[in-house]
């Protein structure tokens, strides 16, 4: 594969590196490249995953859930994976999210978020509290970050599909983290995937860097005194790496370099004629230092790089840097309820996709249960939701959030996130389903985000039990009416939307009648 590499690449990084580290550098593309997946501690506590692994794991030092896998397995053909239980990931690629630090009742931001790797374990990381935050400029890209937020069971997010510097205004100084998982000349995925190779040339690597200088100074503005950015890239070029992260430290004083001591330190000799500009200051020249690179030749993963900024702030908010960034946290706990918050109902708006084309969703008063309905300005009425709540919800999953409807579609969003006047929304919050003529259909986003406990109509089948696949391929099954779950106290009808389980954990709705049970796992989804 080292023949491949392109000449004016190979060459760049001979002079980098030095002759003896380049040779090690180059026999790192003829050597296996590793696999990962990393546990979703949203649905599942990393203990009883391992116990329940069809997998031979082994942990990815850097990443508390993160594990690698085998070559030869097949991780994505798996019940557990549309169960939401990992997501599969390359390992370095695991590293800035978890550098990130973030923790439970956060407002974090994942500026360039498309499919969602990141996003989904920052989504685990927060448990269901606080907020998230994800955004991609690019449309195609966004649908798959839906999907696999979705399948994560996240409740507590909003999709964005903008240009950063719209979102500046609403999102003023609001958030506690920002990950800016930046586009890059992705030289550090040459061994994984060769195409990058075919499209690598040197002035890629001019136009990623004037991308990234916008994107670090949006996230700056967008970022609470006292807040972390953590800015990553998957190429090995200085002029996307310790050279964005001088020339922002030379321009935004106010922020410094938090060292990261895991991994092989950034590298300011790198900051040199003819790949960078040398006139940094001696601060930001010697603070990218502190920065990491990850090299395909000194661990098992592929090149990254990655930064970690704190903005100067109030001492609550700064506490836990330093050392704090180099420990792994691993949190096991289910999703948790936080502090009770008022669940305004808002509806109104009538687009299909949701984008808030300067009116946005309007408020009502009243909150859904026990205080009222709609508001008077609505022109939906949520009372169908509120009968399948009681039919079939045990907890109370949108306690915490606000209800808002977009035309017929109900979201349950963080309920104190800002207006977003004026934004491309692709979703406000958990979509939780549509209300129509009178009726209400559960969306299958529901399902994946709730536990089987919550639902008071449940079907778990064993991955022993041949319908379980059958389940995923869209057939219909038949069961008997012992085995609908439902407590006689409270549900004594079988009949009707049944949440399915695999081992326990949700995989979509089925509407259960006289033995039949009729499938409604979206075609889109399918096991083929
Ligand atoms: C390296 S990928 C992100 C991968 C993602 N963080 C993950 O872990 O799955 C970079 C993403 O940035 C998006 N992007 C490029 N320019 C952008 C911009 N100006 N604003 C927001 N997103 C952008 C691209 O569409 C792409 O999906």
């Not at 994976?81 to 590293?95: F, N, R, T, V, W």
């Not at 991609?136 to 903008?162: P, Q, T, Y």
Request: charged share 25%; with cysteine; proline share 6%.
């Amino acid at each position: 594969m080292t023949k491949q590499l392109p000449p004016l690449f190979r060459d760049k990084m001979m002079d980098l590196l030095g002759e003896e580290e380049f040779e090690q550098f180059l026999a790192s593309y003829d050597q296996a490249r590793s696999f990962g997946l990393r546990v979703n501690t949203g649905k599942i506590a990393k203990a009883d995953f391992l116990d329940k692994s069809p997998f031979v794991l082994e942990p990815v030092p850097w990443a508390s859930e993160g594990f690698y896998y085998e070559e030869g397995e097949r991780p994505g053909k798996h019940p557990y994976y549309h169960a939401g239980l990992y997501y599969i990931q390359e390992p370095s690629a695991m590293a800035p999210a978890e550098l990130l630090q973030v923790q439970p009742g956060d407002k974090v931001l994942d500026l360039c978020a498309a499919p969602g790797g990141k996003s989904t374990q920052i989504a685990a990381k927060l448990q269901g509290e606080g907020v998230l935050v994800v955004n991609d400029n690019h449309s195609d890209r966004v649908k798959a970050l839906v999907k696999n937020l979705e399948i994560f069971g996240v409740r507590n997010a909003v999709v964005l599909n903008e240009r950063p510097e719209r979102m500046l205004n609403v999102f003023q100084s609001y958030f506690d983290k920002i990950l800016i998982d930046a586009p890059c000349s992705g030289e550090g995925m040459f061994r994984k995937e060769e195409d990058m190779m075919l499209q690598w040339e040197r002035h890629t690597v001019q136009e990623f860097a004037g991308m990234q200088r916008e994107l670090l100074g949006q996230a700056a503005q967008m970022l609470a005194p006292g807040g972390t950015i953590v800015y990553s890239t998957c190429t090995f070029s200085p002029e996307e790496n310790e050279a964005q992260i001088a020339e922002f430290l030379d321009r935004h004083p106010a922020f410094e370099v938090v060292p990261i001591e895991r991994f092989e330190s950034g590298r300011p000799d790198f900051l040199r004629e003819p790949w960078c500009e040398e006139d940094y200051s001696t601060r930001s020249r010697e603070a990218v230092a502190g920065t990491a690179r990850l090299w395909p030749h000194r661990l098992r993963g592929e090149g990254h790089y990655v930064a970690v900024l704190r903005k100067a702030g109030d001492a609550g908010a700064e506490a836990g840097a330093g050392a704090a960034v180099n420990a792994v946290a691993g949190r096991d706990a289910g999703l948790k309820a936080s502090a009770k918050r008022d669940a305004g109902l808002r509806a109104g708006a009538d687009a299909d996709f949701v984008s808030a084309s300067g009116a946005g969703p309007r408020s009502g008063r009243d909150a859904l249960r026990g205080k009222g309905r709609a508001g008077t300005d609505s022109r939906v009425s949520l009372e169908p939701l509120q009968a399948f709540e009681d039919e079939l919800l045990r907890s109370e999953p949108f306690a915490d959030l606000r209800l808002v409807c977009y035309g017929e579609h109900a979201y349950a969003s963080p309920a104190s996130l800002p207006e977003l006047h004026g934004l491309k929304v692709v979703r406000p919050g958990w979509y939780i389903g549509a209300l129509h003529r009178g009726r209400f259909e559960p969306s299958h986003a529901l399902a994946m985000g709730l536990r089987m406990l919550e639902a008071k109509r449940a079907l778990s089948l064993d991955l022993s039990d041949e319908r379980a696949l059958r389940y995923l391929k869209g057939e219909t099954l038949e069961v008997a009416e012992s085995e609908i779950i439902r407590d006689p106290e409270v549900t004594k009808a079988a009949k009707g939307y049944c949440l399915v389980c695999i081992d326990g954990h949700p995989v979509g709705w089925g509407k259960w009648l006289d033995g039949m049970l009729k499938n409604e796992y979206p075609p889109g989804w399918r096991w083929t």
